[in-house]
């Protein structure tokens, strides 16, 4: 069973930045660990993840180039640094950890871990 601590929501100006954390109860190796997120009225959207060894990244369009995702290896936390927000980026950011890539892009109704999620608020 893998548990999931996220950290770092808050509210932040337009332009401005926030770094989110993910820390991880356990082993992450065959692991995917990835962020989503999620406004009223809208569908969870996919903003990037991480694979542990080899290290891979891949992010949503509506975030590449803004957010970048790393990850520390002995802390087994990853890390979403979040530049240049927007007040469309304001959502619930959960993260989420799953052996199967395709889950993040196109099935993540078959996650098998989540957090609790935290809120981020972008203020125009």
């Known amino acids: 069973q893998e548990e999931l601590v996220e950290s770092g929501g808050g509210l932040v100006q337009a332009g401005g930045s926030l770094r989110l954390s993910c820390t991880a109860s356990?082993?992450?190796?065959?692991?995917?660990v990835g962020w989503f997120r999620q406004s009223p009225g809208n569908e969870r959207e996919f903003v990037a993840a991480i694979s542990w060894n080899p290290e891979y990244t891949f992010y949503g369009d509506s975030v590449k180039g803004r957010f970048t995702i790393s990850k520390d290896n002995n802390k087994k936390t990853v890390y979403l640094q979040m530049d240049g927000m927007k007040p469309a980026d304001t959502a619930v950011y959960y993260c989420a950890a799953d052996r199967v890539l395709n889950n993040f892009l196109r099935t993540p109704n078959k996650i098998n871990y989540w957090g609790q999620g935290t809120q981020v608020t972008v203020s125009s």
């Open positions: 356990s082993t992450t190796a065959t692991y995917f």
